[in-house]
């Protein structure tokens, strides 16, 4: 596998690029596929359990593919410290994921680093935080750690 193949669709390989070029990129990309969704997003209840135990099972359920109690887990994050949810989702999507799907680390990584106003304009944290959670279910994983 080539650089161009883990570069986001609508980078190519001979552009001189920076690393904020790469992840406007990537967040090009992840607008284009949240948009593309088609009909309502299913919407999913907290679970009435601490912040560190959310963080843990957010983390224990995306590696197990358990998508229900992985994005419980993210809606649990998401309402009571949505910034705590990002900064987990770069650190499970590196740890967990890693070099076994570089694009999803890549998508995982933009989204957290977009900022509130950008993913408001998506729909908000919670459709931006469960399809990442979905995206890393569903990806390949590879423990770093």
């Known amino acids: 596998m080539g650089p161009a193949a883990i570069l986001p669709l609508n980078l190519k390989e001979e552009e001189n690029l920076n690393g904020t070029e790469i992840t406007r990129g990537y967040q090009d990309q992840l607008a284009q596929q949240i948009l593309e969704q088609p009909g ?32 419980r887990a993210a809606a649990t994050l998401l309402a009571i410290a949505p910034d705590g949810f990002w900064r987990r989702a770069v650190i499970i999507a590196a740890e967990d994921i890693g070099v076994a799907d570089v694009e999803v680390v890549g998508l995982v990584t933009a989204a957290a680093r977009a900022g509130k106003r950008w993913r408001a304009q998506l729909g908000g944290e919670h459709v931006v ?10 990806s390949d994983r590879r423990r770093c750690t």
């Not at 299913?42 to 009435?48: G, R």
């Not at 935080?129 to 569903?138: D, E, K, N, T, Y």
């Open 129 to 138: 935080g469960h399809f990442i959670v979905s995206l890393m279910v569903a």
């Open 40 to 71: 309502p997003q299913p919407s999913y209840s907290p679970l009435p359990i601490s912040r560190p135990l959310a963080k843990a099972l957010l983390q224990k359920a995306i590696r197990r593919g358990e998508e229900q109690l992985a994005q």
